[in-house]
C-alpha cells in the first residue's frame, strides 16, 4: 500500500459547484498535514495545512480523520480558477515530506 | 522576500551524458529538499539537507545521483549519467525549521534526457 492515496481524477465540475478530495494515509505516526496545490507546469504552493480540529480558509475547508487516517479538501463556489491539481501531503515530525500523487480538477464554465 | 532560486529551467541531454542542477533556498531557512516529479506523479523525496548535514537519502539512486551543500546555503544536484528514466522536473524546496514545517518550491528544473 503507498503511503499517500488520492484519486487522481479528473473531477470535471461545473462552475459554482461544491467540490471534494479525500486523502487517505498509511502511517499512523503523521504528525502535520497539508495541501498543495500544483497549476500545470508551475511548482506546488502551499495552501492550508490541515488541523486536528478542521480548518477553513474562504471557500476552502479541511478535515482530518485520525482514526480513518484520512485528510479531506471541500471546495466551495468553485471558480474557473481553481482548475489546478491538488496534492496532499503527509509528514512525521522531522521526517520528510510524503506527496500523494495528486488530484486534477477542472473547473467548466 | 526573495523566494526559492533553481537553474537551469530547462536541460536537455542525451542519455549517458551527465547534468547538475542548481538551487538557492530561501534566506534563513536550515533544511533544503530535492525532489522529482515525473509526469502525473506527485514530487517524490531524493534528498533532505539540515544545513549541510544530510537527513534523509533513502530514495536517492546513489549510484548515479548525487547531491551537496557544502556550506549549508546552495546546493547542487547531479546525474551522472543520466538514463531515459531519469526525464522529470527536479524541484528544490527549502523550509524554516518550527512546529509546523511548510515548504517553498522553486519553479524546478525541467530535464529531458533523449
Known amino acids: 500500500r503507498k503511503e499517500v492515496e488520492q484519486d487522481p481524477g479528473p473531477f470535471n465540475v461545473p462552475e459554482g459547484a461544491t467540490v471534494a478530495f479525500n486523502c487517505t494515509y498509511s502511517n499512523s505516526a503523521s504528525q502535520s498535514f497539508f495541501w498543495y496545490r500544483q497549476d500545470c507546469r508551475k511548482e506546488p504552493k502551499l495552501l492550508m495545512s490541515?488541523?486536528?480540529s478542521g480548518n477553513e480558509d474562504g471557500r476552502f475547508t479541511a478535515q482530518l480523520n485520525r482514526a480513518s487516517q484520512y485528510i479531506s479538501l471541500l471546495i466551495r463556489d468553485s471558480k474557473l480558477s481553481d482548475s489546478a491539481t491538488y496534492l496532499c501531503?503527509?509528514?512525521?515530525?522531522?521526517?520528510?515530506?510524503?506527496f500523494g500523487p495528486g488530484t486534477r480538477l477542472s473547473v467548466l464554465p | 522576500e526573495a523566494g526559492v532560486a533553481q537553474s537551469p529551467r530547462y536541460k536537455i541531454i542525451e542519455k549517458r551524458q551527465s547534468v547538475a542542477f542548481w538551487c538557492n533556498p530561501i534566506s534563513g531557512h536550515a533544511t533544503l529538499y530535492w525532489y522529482q516529479q515525473i509526469l502525473g506523479q506527485g514530487p517524490k523525496l531524493l534528498i533532505q539537507?539540515?544545513?549541510?548535514?544530510?537527513?534523509?537519502d533513502s530514495q536517492l539512486p546513489k549510484d548515479r545521483f548525487s547531491a551537496e551543500r557544502l556550506k549549508g546555503v546552495d546546493s547542487t544536484l547531479k546525474i551522472q549519467p543520466a538514463k531515459l528514466e531519469d526525464s522529470a522536473v527536479y524541484l528544490c524546496a527549502s523550509s524554516f525549521k518550527g512546529l509546523i514545517e511548510t515548504q517553498y518550491f522553486g519553479p524546478g528544473t525541467r530535464l529531458l534526457v533523449l
Open positions: 539537507f539540515q544545513n549541510n548535514g544530510v537527513v534523509d
Open positions: 490541515v488541523y486536528s
Open positions: 501531503v503527509v509528514n512525521n515530525y522531522g521526517q520528510n515530506f510524503v
